[in-house]
């Protein structure tokens, strides 16, 4: 790894590897930054233009590439006991891309009951017996064809998603929604969580690139 230093201007700067010329990181921290919310923007920041472009041409098509593999249902957040999503922890590397799905989160499991807007874009999955807003119990059954009505059960002021049976009744539903996006995508599910993953870890290098400037071998590298 090449070494910052700091030029005679005070700026950082760190020896390219290609030529040998200096690369102005200016701010390291805030191309870092940059980087992280949206791939190859921090390079693009340091004029280290095409770089940048191929960290952008690369990585937001991977992501993007395998949120439409797993129908757009791979990208969420979840941190209940037993349900922890622990993709989400590499997926979150994309940056700008998975801000949402916190925010989604958030609502859903918050005093709302209800995504923003009510929408299932990066939403959770419902869990068996976890409560909505009716508005958002209306939303799905309105637009996902393996949900109805019956799937909510009134619990005022509330809708209760697939209450847990009784005693001795039986329930051969899915017990809960990603159960559902499972049986409907099949392997394509895990396929599109592993694009999201992948994009996310290498994105964390990339912003680990505008933090240190380009790679350079060591001198007993050189050497050898």
């Known amino acids: 790894m090449g070494r910052p230093s700091s030029s005679p201007s005070g700026r950082i700067v760190a020896v390219s590897p290609d030529d040998g010329a200096l690369v102005d990181l200016r701010s390291p921290a805030v191309a870092a930054a940059l980087s992280w919310l949206v791939p190859g923007l921090g390079q693009l920041y340091q004029g280290r233009r095409l770089k940048g472009a191929l960290f952008m041409a690369a990585l937001v098509p991977t992501f993007l590439a395998g949120m439409w593999i797993g129908g757009g249902r791979v990208v969420y957040a979840s941190w209940k006991p037993g349900e922890k999503r622990w993709p989400f922890v ?3 590397g994309i940056g700008a891309a998975a801000i949402p799905a916190l ?3 958030w609502r859903l499991n918050g005093p709302a009951k209800e995504p923003l807007l009510k929408s299932q874009f990066l939403a959770p999955p419902l869990a068996r017996g976890q409560v909505v807003s009716p508005g958002y119990a209306a939303r799905l059954v309105e637009v996902d ?3 109805d009505q019956e799937d909510f059960r009134p619990l005022p002021p509330w809708r209760q998603f697939r209450p847990y049976p009784g005693p001795g009744a039986l329930d051969r539903r899915p017990a809960d929604q990603v159960s559902i996006w499972q049986t409907r995508l099949g392997r394509f ?3 599109g969580t592993l694009y ?5 870890m290498l994105n964390l290098l990339v912003a680990y690139d505008a933090w240190s400037g380009p790679m350079r071998a060591s001198a007993d590298e050189d050497k050898a």
């Open 90 to 92: 590499c997926q979150a």
């Open 103 to 105: 925010v989604q989160a």
């Open 145 to 147: 064809p393996d949900l």
């Open 189 to 191: 599910f895990e396929i």
């Open 196 to 200: 999201t993953m992948i994009a996310g």
